[in-house]
């Protein structure tokens, strides 16, 4: 237990506290005919037990049409005993010491969820919750934006506090957060504004690489930067905006098909990420699995060799040997057992060893990667039709000024652009070549961090292995070890003349 109770005395749920906690939800009258006549703790649908310094959640049982249960503001470490409470519709455990959440499993009409002011550090276990509607879990210790996507299971999901933790003091926290969650009203006590849907369902705001697994990396990676600094770079761009037609062209460029585009590799993102999480969770478990059968028949083979041998008996055996020669002949054969026993053993482990390292490889086969480009190219096919509409407006806009039939003054700068072909051309042409370079710039980011990703699931995967397969051949040597070394040590009786 903590040090931190050392001036508080904890307390367990028991009969006498939910008693008393009952009796006094009611007003005084009720409450004393509750107190004289009993309480079936089957027709109780509200209990709370805040602020009574509960150590341990127990011995809610028998309240089983229960659909509201405060528990908050006590000193809880852990969410247990909660499974026989299937109607449970509002839960409240805030102002706890809960480091994971759990426990839940059965809790499926769950609806109001508070986690607040606790030490949590990951989102997890909650898949059961179905018809969660509002979930607080302010003030914890969660760092990571990941943490987010994992929330987009709740379907009905429409309020969630997560203010007061690491994760909010990311500048693109916000976009984020309704990003991947667009059918949310409240966030963090505030209506989520039209507004900030609509700038965050633009694909993709500027959130940065470090808070994204690989394949959400890929589907949201910036495309909103690849617009923003196509633009925002590109100096001649700035001025062919001044040329009749172009700002129009311009305006029309990101919010159209390329939006499109970039919002199915979004999607298609979202679906090969989930993917990838079940693949390597269906890694990990066949992993376990192919262990599980390594192991028992290592353990077969050991139990073979010891009935076959009968260890004792053969070891009392050649102790009592008539003669040495009769004990060095038994000795022989039982070493050369333990020898054939040291063989199996190895080849077993090896075997497992080479199962599990194509295991390993063929979970990260995916066709993503091919997506990436596809889409890629598609993006450069719209950057190409949009440099031809460019240049056809530009080259009319020279011929018009040449003839002066330009309707509007334009600036200084831009002017310049217009003293002849090669000028106007060379100035579309270099905007164009600054565009591809960012599209090329993009996919090469994007199909890093998804090698990155495949590595270092891999890199964790091999090394696990390795480190289970030096710690296997060392537990096998250690045991053929002492074998030798209880077949050295025997002494041979001196035979009776």
Same mark, same amino acid.
């Not at 990003?179 to 900030?196: G, M």
């Not at 990436?372 to 598609?378: A, E, L, N, V, Y």
């Not at 096919?381 to 018009?400: F, G, M, Q, V, Y």
């Given at each position: 237990m903590s040090d931190i109770y050392n001036d508080i005395e904890p307390n367990v749920i028991d009969d006498e506290m939910v008693q008393k906690a009952i009796e006094e939800q009611f007003p005084e009258d009720i409450g004393k005919i509750a107190k004289r006549e009993g309480i079936n703790f089957k027709d109780v649908t509200e209990l709370q037990l805040s602020f009574r310094n509960i150590l341990q959640i127990d011995n809610l049982w028998q309240f089983e049409n229960l659909t509201k249960l405060q528990l908050d503001n006590n000193i809880i470490e852990k969410i247990e005993a909660l499974e026989s409470l299937v109607h449970l519709v509002w839960l409240d455990l805030s102002f706890n010491n809960i480091e994971v959440i &759990?426990? $839940?499993d059965t809790l499926v009409k769950l609806q109001d969820l508070s986690l607040s002011n606790n030490r949590i550090s990951k989102i997890e276990h909650m898949d059961a919750l179905q018809e969660l509607q509002i979930f607080s879990i302010g003030k914890n210790n $969660? #760092? #990571? !934006? &990941?943490?987010?996507?994992? +929330?987009? =299971?709740? %379907? %009905? $999901? =429409?309020? !969630?506090? +997560?203010?007061? @933790?690491? !994760?909010? @003091?990311? &500048?693109?926290y916000t976009l984020f957060v309704v990003a991947y969650l667009p059918d949310l009203v409240y966030l963090d006590f505030r209506l989520v504004s039209d507004t900030t849907v609509s700038v965050s369902a633009f694909p993709a705001c500027e959130i940065g690489q470090q808070h994204l697994t690989e394949h959400l990396l890929c589907c949201r990676l910036a495309f909103f930067i690849l617009l923003t600094f196509m633009y925002a770079e590109d100096t001649e761009a700035a001025k062919l905006a001044s040329l009749p037609g172009v700002g129009d062209l311009q305006e029309a460029y990101p919010s159209g098909d390329f939006v499109s585009v970039c919002e199915n590799l979004f999607n298609y993102g979202l679906q090969e990420y989930e993917k990838r999480e079940a693949e390597v969770s269906d890694f990990y478990e066949s992993l376990h699995e192919a262990l599980t059968a390594n192991q028992q028949e290592g353990r077969k083979l050991i139990l073979d060799f010891e009935n076959r041998n009968k260890t004792v008996m053969l070891l009392d055996e050649i102790h009592n040997a008539g003669s040495y020669d009769i004990a060095d002949s038994k000795r022989d054969e039982y070493r050369g057992d333990i020898l054939q026993l040291s063989d199996a053993l190895m080849a077993l482990e090896m075997l497992i060893a080479d199962q599990l390292e194509v295991r390993v490889h063929r979970v990260l086969r995916s066709a993503f990667s091919l997506t990436i480009f596809s889409t890629m190219t598609q993006c450069r096919d719209l950057e190409n039709r949009h440099h031809e509409e460019l240049l056809e407006i530009s080259i009319t806009a020279l011929e018009k000024s040449l003839k002066n039939e330009l309707d509007e003054d334009l600036p200084a700068d831009v002017q310049m652009l217009l003293v002849d072909r090669t000028t106007i051309v060379n100035a579309v042409n270099t905007s164009h070549g600054i565009h591809l370079l960012k599209i090329d710039k993009r996919e090469s980011d994007i199909l890093s961090n998804i090698n990155h990703w495949q590595t270092s699931v891999t890199e964790k995967a091999v090394q696990n292995e390795i480190d289970r397969n030096r710690e296997r051949i060392r537990e096998i040597v250690q045991y053929i070890d002492n074998l030798q070394e209880e077949l050295d040590n025997l002494e041979i009786m001196e035979p009776i003349v």
């Amino acid at each position: 237990m903590s040090d931190i109770y050392n001036d508080i005395e904890p307390n367990v749920i028991d009969d006498e506290m939910v008693q008393k906690a009952i009796e006094e939800q009611f007003p005084e009258d009720i409450g004393k005919i509750a107190k004289r006549e009993g309480i079936n703790f089957k027709d109780v649908t509200e209990l709370q037990l805040s602020f009574r310094n509960i150590l341990q959640i127990d011995n809610l049982w028998q309240f089983e049409n229960l659909t509201k249960l405060q528990l908050d503001n006590n000193i809880i470490e852990k969410i247990e005993a909660l499974e026989s409470l299937v109607h449970l519709v509002w839960l409240d455990l805030s102002f706890n010491n809960i480091e994971v959440i &759990e426990g $839940l499993d059965t809790l499926v009409k769950l609806q109001d969820l508070s986690l607040s002011n606790n030490r949590i550090s990951k989102i997890e276990h909650m898949d059961a919750l179905q018809e969660l509607q509002i979930f607080s879990i302010g003030k914890n210790n $969660l #760092t #990571t !934006l &990941e943490d987010v996507i994992y +929330l987009r =299971r709740f %379907k %009905k $999901l =429409r309020t !969630l506090n +997560l203010t007061g @933790n690491p !994760l909010c @003091n990311d &500048e693109h926290y916000t976009l984020f957060v309704v990003a991947y969650l667009p059918d949310l009203v409240y966030l963090d006590f505030r209506l989520v504004s039209d507004t900030t849907v609509s700038v965050s369902a633009f694909p993709a705001c500027e959130i940065g690489q470090q808070h994204l697994t690989e394949h959400l990396l890929c589907c949201r990676l910036a495309f909103f930067i690849l617009l923003t600094f196509m633009y925002a770079e590109d100096t001649e761009a700035a001025k062919l905006a001044s040329l009749p037609g172009v700002g129009d062209l311009q305006e029309a460029y990101p919010s159209g098909d390329f939006v499109s585009v970039c919002e199915n590799l979004f999607n298609y993102g979202l679906q090969e990420y989930e993917k990838r999480e079940a693949e390597v969770s269906d890694f990990y478990e066949s992993l376990h699995e192919a262990l599980t059968a390594n192991q028992q028949e290592g353990r077969k083979l050991i139990l073979d060799f010891e009935n076959r041998n009968k260890t004792v008996m053969l070891l009392d055996e050649i102790h009592n040997a008539g003669s040495y020669d009769i004990a060095d002949s038994k000795r022989d054969e039982y070493r050369g057992d333990i020898l054939q026993l040291s063989d199996a053993l190895m080849a077993l482990e090896m075997l497992i060893a080479d199962q599990l390292e194509v295991r390993v490889h063929r979970v990260l086969r995916s066709a993503f990667s091919l997506t990436i480009f596809s889409t890629m190219t598609q993006c450069r096919d719209l950057e190409n039709r949009h440099h031809e509409e460019l240049l056809e407006i530009s080259i009319t806009a020279l011929e018009k000024s040449l003839k002066n039939e330009l309707d509007e003054d334009l600036p200084a700068d831009v002017q310049m652009l217009l003293v002849d072909r090669t000028t106007i051309v060379n100035a579309v042409n270099t905007s164009h070549g600054i565009h591809l370079l960012k599209i090329d710039k993009r996919e090469s980011d994007i199909l890093s961090n998804i090698n990155h990703w495949q590595t270092s699931v891999t890199e964790k995967a091999v090394q696990n292995e390795i480190d289970r397969n030096r710690e296997r051949i060392r537990e096998i040597v250690q045991y053929i070890d002492n074998l030798q070394e209880e077949l050295d040590n025997l002494e041979i009786m001196e035979p009776i003349v």
